[in-house]
């Protein structure tokens, strides 16, 4: 009957296939839920660090944006900038630096971030690594001396958050005590330097310590993952493995005999907070299976601890996510739920 | 385990229901229509032959075309007219497909064999499976596979335990509520007839919890029934699917690839049960069914309509469409099929017409997979349907086989959860398709 000749009250329907109906989620939605989920952050690493901690996550941002918008152009395909998933790599880089670094450091690292770390590989959903932290691991092996002690003191506390140490951040200190103890130099120094940490556990908590801009403040960074939870924006398994395996080893192995390591500070020190909920979670370069992610927590938290504690840098959170970023699709792959009735 | 003790199965979603734009409306029938399409092909299997011709008179009830085979269903004149053509004609899912086309001549004479008998429950298991295989029943809920096929199990497969779906999970879709609420006793009926074919002491009928008036009222006619169990279930989508069904209702798991007579299970939808019961106790064939039609419509109405009306009829017959109609979906929104014209006619798996404005329709948005996981969560199958579907992107087929591509069962839940909107479970549906083709080929 196609013969006949359809009349102009005839509806032009639509024919695809199913399903039909969608969800009202989209990637903006979650992108800008995660922009938001770092602003009580910000906002206290605007309290702790000052207005540097503005203008170098702004360049952070605008860098980020201006390099996708550039390389999108130049590949004529549809300039994505405004999916807010280029927004969350400049944030994150800028949180992943100390604040007293000169302001082409964050520029330079967005700029890699983005062009090497996200579009070589083909841009959102392709690149295998998190974009962010791969920019900070470009900045730590190119100018690793602004990247270690360009620390800025913060509002109302020192550096190592204790009044009598300065010039280093909470883990170096700890890492540096460590060490004068297995070497035995000034061995009553360190100890006392070790018993202390139990001192530091509200200044970290609440982030009155050294640290980079976006990582001192365990509170603020919880409100926002608590948020993202209640999306169900991030899956709980990568922070429960990651952090949970923190603990486990930290407190084996991160004293002076085994099982006396002081596992709260180890916790609540360093990027831990931020890597945990904020990178690690990363859809894009974390597993989609849930055995997957257990394993990919697990890994992380190993990692990180291995670095910690007998590695050469006081912290292993980025490196530790950037390692475990490259096994997700081989996760993903092997472990595969069993098909229902199989 | 946690997912007996609720009546659910792992997985599945929570679209909005849309069910209360239809719900309350009363089944009304529709009028007679001018003309029906009765395609031979409405079921799973072969394709019937037809009996008649161009210029033969017929009446409402009389078959028009015959079984060519087990798995095959006969066809019926569902007006009284004559018959104007045989020819090939727009069919609902999908391709053109030879249909009878009749002319109705208004007056609706029925078939003599049409009549009631008292006592049909006492007639032979063999008499009542002829009478369906004659009335040309297929499986009501959409999947149309001929209903006296999966009454005749093999020997060696026994069934302990018949389901009756009255989950009706689809969004939007109300018919078979209506029906559970109208016609409570018939069903009861053609259920208890089901049992008896088949020699099987033990009923279940599942109705999801979103339908309290019904379960009340089969409450109030099973409870003497020794037999018969009323199970609520969690309302979730895809509560109604066979072997999700079965597990929520048996702890049973149907084999990957298995149907559910494998552990001793068979379902049958609610509005089949009723078409047995009128094909047994009256020797009506399937000649109407009720149709919810809904969603971007003046009036939403749930309709009885005989089988072969087009969609028109019924689309008018509720003031027509609200602003642009954007897709008109015969079935449900998540599994239904999307139709290029409104005249492609009822057939017997219709279970509703949705339609949905333009504004509802999405644009491609054709994103990368952003691997969050969704679909992994939701699939019912326990599949990873975004590793599938890169797969066969990638042309991988082994690969996408051995993802258990072919285990999917296509009820739409990761495509509609995706936020990339990746269109998920068409790449799995044209894999699974390359995946056949290639296991033929090799075996050639
Ligand atoms: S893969 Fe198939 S069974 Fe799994 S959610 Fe998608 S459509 Fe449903
Ligand atoms: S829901 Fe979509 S974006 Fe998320 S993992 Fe599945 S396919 Fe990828």
């Known amino acids: 009957m196609d013969e006949e000749p359809k009349t102009d009250s005839e509806p032009k329907l639509t024919v695809s296939s199913s399903p039909h109906i969608y969800t009202t989620e989209s990637i903006p939605k979650i992108m800008y839920s995660v922009v938001a989920a770092l602003m009580p952050a910000f906002i206290g690493a605007l309290y702790f660090f000052g207005w540097r901690a503005l203008w170098l996550t702004a360049i952070a941002v605008l860098v980020s944006i201006v390099t996708e918008a550039i390389i999108q152009k130049f590949r004529?395909?549809?300039?994505?900038?405004?999916?807010?998933?280029?927004?969350?790599?400049?944030?994150?880089?800028?949180?992943?630096?100390?604040?007293?670094?000169?302001?082409?450091?964050?520029?330079?690292?967005?700029?890699?971030?983005?062009?090497?770390?996200?579009?070589?590989?083909?841009?959102?959903?392709?690149?295998?690594?998190?974009?962010?932290?791969?920019?900070?691991?470009?900045?730590?092996?190119?100018?690793?001396?602004?990247?270690?002690?360009?620390?800025?003191?913060?509002?109302?506390?020192?550096?190592?958050?204790?009044?009598?140490?300065?010039?280093?951040?909470?883990?170096?200190?700890v890492k540096d005590a460590m060490k004068d103890i297995s070497d035995g130099v000034n061995v009553e120094g360190a100890q006392s330097v070790l018993e202390s940490t139990r001192d530091l556990y509200f200044p970290l908590f609440w982030g009155r310590v050294g640290g980079c801009i976006g990582e001192t403040s365990v509170l603020l960074l919880l409100i926002g993952a608590i948020y993202l939870?209640?999306?169900?924006?991030?899956?709980?398994?990568?922070?429960?493995?990651?952090?949970?395996?923190?603990?486990?080893?930290?407190?084996?192995f991160g004293g002076e005999g085994y099982f006396s390591g002081d596992w709260i500070?180890?916790?609540?020190?360093?990027?831990?907070i931020l890597g945990a909920f904020f990178m690690a979670t990363d859809m894009v370069t974390s597993p989609s299976s849930?055995?997957?992610?257990?394993?990919?927590?697990?890994?992380?938290?190993?990692?990180?601890?291995?670095?910690?504690?007998?590695?050469?840098y006081p912290e292993g959170v980025s490196y530790s996510i950037l390692l475990m970023n490259l096994l997700t699709p081989l996760l993903d792959r092997y472990t595969r739920p069993k098909v229902f009735g199989a | 385990?946690?997912?007996?003790?609720?009546?659910?199965?792992?997985?599945?979603?929570?679209?909005?229901?849309?069910?209360?734009?239809?719900?309350?409306?009363?089944?009304?029938?529709?009028?007679?229509?001018?003309?029906?399409?009765?395609?031979?092909?409405?079921?799973?299997?072969?394709?019937?032959?037809?009996?008649?011709?161009a210029g033969d008179d017929v009446v409402t009830g009389q078959p028009v075309s015959k079984a060519s085979g087990f798995v095959s269903l006969p066809s019926h004149s569902s007006i009284s007219g004559?018959?104007?053509s045989i020819e090939s004609f727009p069919h609902p899912l999908g391709q053109k497909v030879p249909s009878v086309i009749i002319e109705g001549d208004g007056e609706d004479r029925m078939s003599e064999q049409i009549k009631f008998q008292a006592d049909y429950m006492s007639l032979p298991p063999d008499e009542m499976k002829r009478r369906i295989t004659e009335a040309g029943i297929a499986g009501m809920g959409g999947a149309t596979f001929p209903t006296h096929v999966k009454l005749s199990p093999p020997q060696d497969k026994p069934i302990d335990t018949v389901i009756l779906n009255g989950a009706e999970c689809e969004p939007y879709l109300t018919a078979d509520h209506r029906l559970m609420i109208e016609h409570t006793e018939e069903i009861v009926e053609g259920f208890r007839?089901?049992?008896?074919?088949?020699?099987?002491?033990?009923?279940?009928?599942?109705?999801?919890?979103?339908?309290?008036?019904?379960i009340f009222l089969f409450e109030k006619f099973t409870k003497d029934d020794p037999n018969l169990e009323l199970l609520p279930l969690k309302v979730k989508y895809p509560q109604g699917a066979e072997k999700q069904l079965i597990f929520a209702s048996t702890g049973r798991r149907v084999p990957a690839g298995k149907l559910p007579m494998e552990v001793r299970c068979l379902v049958h939808n609610v509005g089949t049960a009723k078409a047995i019961y009128e094909a047994v106790a009256y020797q009506k064939p399937l000649i109407e069914r009720v149709v919810t039609v809904t969603g971007a419509v003046k009036e939403p109405k749930n309709i009885r309509a005989r089988i072969g009306t087009p969609l028109r009829n019924l689309i008018e017959f509720c003031g027509g469409f609200v602003g642009t109609p954007g897709k008109v979906i015969m079935g449900g929104p998540m599994m239904g099929v999307a139709q290029y014209t409104i005249?492609?006619?009822?057939?017997?798996?219709?279970?509703?017409?949705?339609?949905?404005?333009?504004?509802?329709?999405?644009?491609?948005?054709?994103?990368?997979?952003?691997?969050?996981?969704?679909?992994?969560?939701?699939?019912?199958?326990n599949i990873m349907p975004n590793l599938a579907a890169t797969y066969i992107e990638n042309n991988l087929w082994e690969e996408a086989k051995s993802a258990g591509a072919l285990d999917c069962m296509e009820c739409g839940s990761c495509g509609y959860v995706c936020p990339a909107g990746r269109n998920i479970l068409h790449n799995i549906r044209f894999g699974k398709f390359m995946i056949l083709e290639q296991e033929k080929a090799s075996k050639n």
Request: with cysteine; glycine share 12%; net charge positive.
């Open chain 1, 229 to 252: 939870f209640y999306k169900r924006y991030i899956p709980y398994q990568i922070p429960v493995a990651y952090i949970g395996s923190v603990i486990i080893i930290a407190w084996i």
């Open chain 2, 1 to 53: 385990m946690l997912h007996i003790l609720q009546k659910t199965f792992k997985g599945g979603i929570h679209p909005p229901e849309n069910k209360d734009i239809s719900a309350a409306k009363p089944i009304e029938r529709l009028p007679l229509p001018g003309y029906v399409v009765i395609p031979l092909q409405q079921h799973i299997g072969k394709l019937s032959e037809a009996l008649v011709q």
């Open chain 2, 193 to 214: 007839i089901i049992l008896r074919i088949l020699g099987v002491s033990r009923g279940i009928i599942a109705i999801e919890k979103n339908k309290p008036d019904a």
């Open chain 1, 290 to 312: 849930p055995k997957g992610q257990w394993i990919f927590g697990l890994g992380c938290g190993v990692i990180t601890m291995v670095i910690r504690l007998v590695g050469g």
């Open chain 1, 76 to 173: 004529k395909v549809d300039i994505t900038v405004t999916d807010g998933s280029v927004i969350v790599t400049g944030i994150l880089l800028a949180f992943n630096l100390p604040a007293g670094v000169p302001w082409w450091i964050p520029a330079v690292g967005a700029f890699f971030a983005v062009a090497i770390g996200k579009h070589a590989f083909g841009g959102l959903g392709f690149n295998p690594m998190n974009p962010a932290l791969l920019g900070r691991a470009f900045l730590m092996a190119s100018w690793p001396v602004h990247m270690t002690t360009d620390w800025t003191n913060p509002h109302g506390g020192t550096l190592s958050g204790l009044a009598a140490i300065t010039g280093s951040t909470p883990l170096a200190v």
């Open chain 2, 82 to 84: 004559k018959v104007k």
């Open chain 1, 265 to 272: 500070f180890h916790v609540l020190a360093g990027g831990l």
């Open chain 2, 343 to 381: 005249d492609v006619p009822v057939i017997k798996g219709t279970s509703g017409v949705v339609v949905l404005p333009s504004e509802q329709v999405r644009e491609m948005r054709l994103q990368p997979c952003i691997n969050c996981g969704r679909c992994v969560k939701v699939c019912p199958m």
